[in-house]
């Protein structure tokens, strides 16, 4: 079984940053993209961020671009969020998640097999 283990959520104010790191481990599987969603109180789970294993080819939403970078540590199968410049908008819960299988839909919920617990970041105004 895959497991996602998130950590470095936290409160921060306008304008800081935040660094959010994701480790899978668990049984044999390969990884063909990893990618980060988030979700505030009362919405949907939404795209952030997502990247190719293989490649490092990267994707973002709209509203983070310039802002987060998603990097990835292939020997330890660890992708990074690094989120700067952050504001109130950006508060949320977020988790990150694998792809075990070949997919295209790397920025939908649909196109990832396992997904973390979650890591809360607050950003305050």
């Known amino acids: 079984q895959v497991q996602l283990v998130e950590s470095g959520g936290g409160l921060v104010q306008a304008g800081e940053s935040l660094r959010l790191s994701c480790a899978a481990s668990?049984?044999?599987?390969?990884?063909?993209?990893m990618g980060w969603f988030r979700q505030a109180p009362g919405k949907e789970r939404g795209f952030v961020a997502t990247?190719?294993?293989?490649?490092?080819?990267?994707a973002y939403a709209d509203s983070v671009k310039g802002r987060f970078t998603i990097s990835r540590d292939n020997a330890k199968n660890t992708v990074y969020l690094q989120m700067n410049s952050l504001k109130p908008e950006d508060t949320a819960v977020y988790y990150c998640?694998?792809?075990?299988?070949?997919?295209?839909?790397?920025?939908?919920?649909?196109?990832?097999?396992?997904w973390g617990q979650g890591t809360q970041v607050t950003v305050s105004s």
């Open positions: 668990g049984g044999t599987f390969r990884t063909y993209a």
């Open positions: 998640a694998v792809a075990t299988r070949f997919t295209l839909s790397t920025t939908t919920t649909s196109g990832y097999d396992y």
């Open positions: 990247i190719r294993w293989n490649s490092g080819s990267t």
